[in-house]
């Protein structure tokens, strides 16, 4: 299968519709990132799978940002009205947000990925017990720094 690696850029007319994909990606990638913040004490609740899928597609939006970018500024050369030049400053703003977004979603989803369900049962027992026991403790304010979670041998 060929792809085409070349954009179609589109004409000022295509606003709306750009518009309304960027804006929908960051209301996505907010509550993406609210779902994984909701998960991040407990990531035995995920696989890998999810986890890495996460990933995948984020790290694909985050690296389409440069196409949008690129036709908002090609939209600035095609003397937009005043309405459109407001809406290529408010989209700009939105892409900032939207990277932003998606960069907290993959830092905390390589962070949940050392927790997953398939992380947690691949330890032994003694590490599983001496990590619920250290969260416990933890939970009571004891910092805990004499006991390591690495020190646990199998």
């Not at 606003?15 to 913040?37: N, V, Y």
């Not at 939006?61 to 908002?72: A, K, N, S, T, Y």
């Not at 049962?121 to 006991?147: I, M, P, Q, Y």
């Amino acid at each position: 299968m060929v792809t085409d690696s070349m954009p179609h850029w589109q004409p000022l007319t295509a606003l709306p519709l750009i518009a309304s994909l960027i804006d929908g990606e960051l209301a996505d990638g907010q509550e993406h990132h609210a779902t994984l913040l909701s998960v991040r004490d407990r990531p035995y609740v995920l696989d890998d799978a999810t986890v890495e899928r996460s990933i995948k597609l984020h790290t694909e939006q985050r690296d389409f940002l440069g196409v949008f970018v690129e036709q908002i500024a090609r939209w600035r050369h095609n003397r937009p009205t005043d309405a459109q030049r407001r809406e290529l400053d408010r989209l700009e703003g939105q892409l900032e947000r939207l990277r932003a977004v998606l960069n907290d979603i993959l830092e905390l989803a390589e962070e949940l990925q050392r927790g997953t369900i398939e992380r947690v049962l691949a330890k032994n027992d003694r590490e599983r017990g001496l990590n619920a026991l250290l969260r416990r403790t933890n939970r009571r304010g004891c910092a805990c720094s004499e006991f390591p979670a690495s020190s646990a041998k199998p």
